[in-house]
């Protein structure tokens, strides 16, 4: 074993004490004066023989002294002793030179009476000066004549035996001290011997570890096994490194078990302190110390230091730290990544070593001023190590201790986005000037009491009114607005932003009178001012005439909602006034008929008599039923040669039926069209309200039922629809049931058409359409499943997992196609009214990780209707986020027009009705080139669905409507044709 320990000061046992020196052999007292006198007489009765050579070769100081105590003449013996005194070697020495000051008057006397004759010799013992370091000497004075001869020889004996005894007392107080050390600071003591494989361990040493001083009987193996495993390796390479003399001794730092069962940390130190005579260890010994404590310090200073350097080093800016002399002794990591270097490169380089000449002539003066005590703080644009050329705000902040500047803190935080948001503000600010002076609205701020601040061009012009002689004019005196259809006054837009805190549009049919009494129907839009605190600066209204826009959008409006060969109402309209018939119904009770009406043999017409006697022949009809029909009654043409009629004021089925004979007696007379008679004969199909339908599809559907039904029957007859309700309705049952079940086990899949770009053949996007398959491998349609979904509710389940699905199927697209492809997913009103829907988008975006605007929403205007504001709301919201909105089957609703101005859209999708004769029939291309037309005015996207036939291509793409989707480019499919369609287009 190689246990480790401290070097322990030798002890001076009473075994080990060095043995007395024994006496000089040469004689000594008076004996030797005397033997030195006679000697002397001897050699001066040589001629030419000095003191001096006489002398030399004494080993004792031999000298003359005079009455003064002066050494007239001296051996070198004795000079030796005098060497702390700068004297000639036969010179001015004296007696007190010699010997101790504190002895000298006894000893003066001693040698006075020598030299005075009232002795004739004088001996005793004297210590040294100080001069001379401690010791003995032992001094004899003979008379002579006119003076005294002096021998001084140390006194060996007595030195030896003082020597011992000053040993002695400096080791047992060394020990007495070391004890007491030792028990002031708990160390325990051991003491091994390797050779005889024992070990001594003090009280101490067992109290460490929380044994009695009985309780453990300590071997080498117990000390091993009471060290902590994995410390046990590191303890010989130091034994054996301090073995092999490359260290005076040896500590080491472990944990040892402790008698609760609980780890202690401690440190070892030893010293080999006997060798045996083969350089082996024989004997070593050390001192055992508990610093649990320590090492939890330092364990935790670590942390601490490792935490505030993580703190340091996440701290977005630059740390560092210069002392007096400007040399860099700290860098944060994002210190030393701007300047490229590691902190060793950095630390002791003056900062102009690091920051550059130039740079540190700048930020010199801040440095000195900081380093005199007062803090700076400076913006400067850098070049890091990258090249990268950025803002940052400097701050040099003294590091006082004591009321002294021991060196300076430096932080430099990165301000460039927010230095370059300044600049771009400023810029965006200059850009928002020119523009609100050059564009075409109207634009007027004011305070938040609604006095006029500001006005643009277009607002002069509009009003009336000067910026300089509105400014600070009340807004109600700027802008004079009513009604369009009474004049009736119209409370400012801005004035209710700012008292209701939000944004407010104008009604659609507001007018604007300017000063010169000019009136003008405009849109606007008014909006509170709020700085960040949500405190109100002002107000700002926008606003444009809509005059010319508004007539359009009144011709269009009727367009949307009228045929254009017949001005009869279309299908749109239609639909509409089936659905106030069905209100009406429920609320009273009234029934009403729906009449399916079909020219027979129409084709033959149009195919021998050319499209213009076809068209002749429709008006004809046209102004015969509405002759019929009473005012609360509704014919409309549905395109070709269908008709339907909505009869309102008939109550049994013998009313409908006697006005269907009415109906058909009279369509029955010949028709005078240009040069030609013809005779034409009309299937009808009659479904009744509530018997047959309470909505206005299946009423419709009922209707067109009994109609092909009649024509079945050999055309020119009328035809009750006849099913049964309750079978239907059963129908209706099952499938929502089997919908539910389908919901419950994911039955649905998503498949993807594209929208493609018919000029340029790019693949533009595609919509998400959702697809069932029954068990059995029965598709069920869309048509029927979808409705269905609605009235049952299970379309906010299916809707969600219909975004879910189609943003995770767009973001892989996003990751592996060489383009982006967005995907519009349709949303219905219900899922669109759910207080959480937008955050179900921002969620399911965030989810899937795609690109807001990859992902567009398709909305219809039964949609928008029920409460616009709000809707407007959150479409501005989903706008924000990035989302694109379009409006789909646009045409088809009674607002499209005004929605268009309202709500944020970027596409219309013109309705498949239109599209699907636009190649033949005028009025389809009509309302076609209408919603092209606005979409172009308005700056936004349109794309025509249901497009099926090269014609139909060829039609829209002149009419300049380029983005189609239909069946002529592809049909639906699962995502991995679709990927693999794409490919197959853009690889051919």
Known sequence: MACAGYAARPRLTQDRMPAPRPPPPAPGGPVACRLVCACYAVRMLQPGLTFVSAFAQFSDGVALIDLDLRFRDANRA????????????????????????????????????????????????????????????????????????????????????LDVQAELAAVTAEAER?????????????????????????????????????????????????????????????YQQHVALETASYEFEHRMRHRNGQWVWVLLRGQV????????????????????????????????????????????????????????????????????????????????????????????????????????????????????????MVSYVPDLHGGEVHGLFVLAVDITSRYRAEQALMEEREWARTTLQSIGDG???????????????????????????????????????????????????????????????????????????????????????????????????????????????VRMSHLAQHDALTDLPNRVLLQDRIQQALARHRRGGRPFALVFMDLDHFKYV???????????????????????VRETDTVSRQGGDEFVLLLTELRTVMDVRAFADRLEE????????????????????????????????????????????????????TQFFSRDLLASVEQRHRLITQLRGAVTDGAFTLHYQPKVNAVTGAVTGVEALLRWTLPDGTPVSPADFIPAAEESGLILPLGRWVLEQACAQARQWERTL?????????????????????????????????????????????????????????????????????IDDF?????????????????????????????????????????????QAMNLDVLAEGVETPRQVEVLARLGCAAMQGYHFARPMPAAEMTAWIGARRNP
């Open 891 to 935: 045409g088809t609703g009674f607002s499209s027009l005004s929605y268009l101005k309202l709500f944020p859209v970027h596409t219309l999708k013109i309705d498949r009705a239109f599209v699907r004769d636009v190649a033949t029939d005028r009025n389809d291309v009509a309302i076609v080139e209408a919603v092209i037309g606005i979409g």
């Open 178 to 238: 070391l004890r007491l050390a030792l028990n002031g600071s708990h160390d325990g003591v051991w003491d091994w011997y390797p050779q005889r494989e024992t070990i001594y361990v003090s009280p101490g040493w067992k109290r460490i570890l929380g044994y009695h001083r009985s309780a453990l009987d300590v071997t080498v193996d117990v000390w091993l096994n009471l060290i902590h495993p994995d410390d046990r390796p590191g303890l010989m390479p130091r």
């Open 666 to 717: 009279h369509l029955r007379q010949p028709y005078e069209v240009g040069e030609h008679v013809l005779n034409i004969s009309f299937s009808l199909g009659i479904a009744l309200c509530p018997t047959d339908g309470e909505d206005v599809g299946t009423l419709l559907r009922h209707a067109d039922v009994a109609m092909y039904q009649a024509k079945a029957a050999g055309r020119g007859r």
């Open 78 to 161: 004795l000079w030796r002793w005098l060497s702390h005194v700068s004297v000639p070697e036969a010179g001015a020495g004296t007696l007190p030179d010699l010997l101790h000051p504190e002895d000298l008057p006894g000893q003066l006397r001693a040698v006075s009476d020598v030299l005075g004759g009232a002795r004739q010799e004088a001996a005793f013992v004297a210590r040294l000066h100080p001069g001379q370091g401690s010791g003995w000497v032992s001094v004899t004075v003979s008379a002579v004549p006119g003076v005294a001869l002096i021998v001084v020889r140390r006194d060996a004996q007595r030195q030896a035996l």
């Open 273 to 392: 302190s006997v060798w045996n005579a083969d350089g082996t260890p024989e004997r070593v010994t050390g001192t055992l110390r508990d610093v649990t404590e320590q090492v939890r310090a330092r364990h935790e200073l670590q942390r601490t230091q490792a935490h505030l350097q993580a703190i340091m080093n996440a701290v977005p800016g630059l740390i560092g730290y210069k002392d007096r002399e400007l040399r860099h002794q700290y860098g944060n990591v994002a210190y030393q990544e701007w300047y490229g270097r590691p902190h060793s490169e950095l630390r002791g380089l003056h900062v102009r070593e690091v920051i550059g000449e130039e740079m540190y002539r700048l930020n010199e003066p801040f440095m000195r001023a900081a380093l005199a005590g007062a803090e700076q703080h400076f913006e400067r644009s850098l070049t890091d190590a990258h090249g990268q050329e950025r803002h940052v």
């Open 818 to 886: 060489p383009e982006p492809l967005p995907v519009a997913v349709n949303i219905s009103a219900l899922q669109f009214s759910q207080p959480d829907f937008v955050e179900q988008v921002r969620g399911t975006l965030h989810a899937s990780g795609l690109t807001p605007g990859l992902l567009e929403l398709e909305i219809t205007e039964s949609l928008l209707a029920p409460d616009p504001e709000e809707a407007r709301e959150r479409l501005v919201v989903l706008r924000d986020l990035g989302v694109r909105l379009s």
């Open 443 to 553: 634009v007027i701020t004011t305070d938040p009491q609604g006095c006029v601040t500001f006005m643009n061009p277009v607002a002069e012009n509009l009003t009336g009114w000067s910026a300089a002689e509105g400014s600070g004019q009340p807004i109600e005196g700027i802008m004079h607005l009513s009604t369009e259809r009474d004049e009736q006054r119209v409370h400012n837009p801005l004035l209710v932003a700012l008292q209701e805190q939000r944004v407010v549009g104008m009604a659609f049919d507001t007018t604007l009178r300017s000063r010169a009494g000019t009136a003008r129907t405009i849109a606007d839009s008014a909006a509170p001012i709020r700085r960040p605190d949500g405190t109100t600066l002002g107000g700002v209204i926008v606003f444009h005439d809509v005059s010319e826009t508004r007539a359009m959008a």
């Open 606 to 628: 149009n195919d021998s008599l050319g499209h213009q006697v076809g068209d002749e022949l429709l008006r004809a009809v046209s102004r015969r039923l509405c002759e019929l």
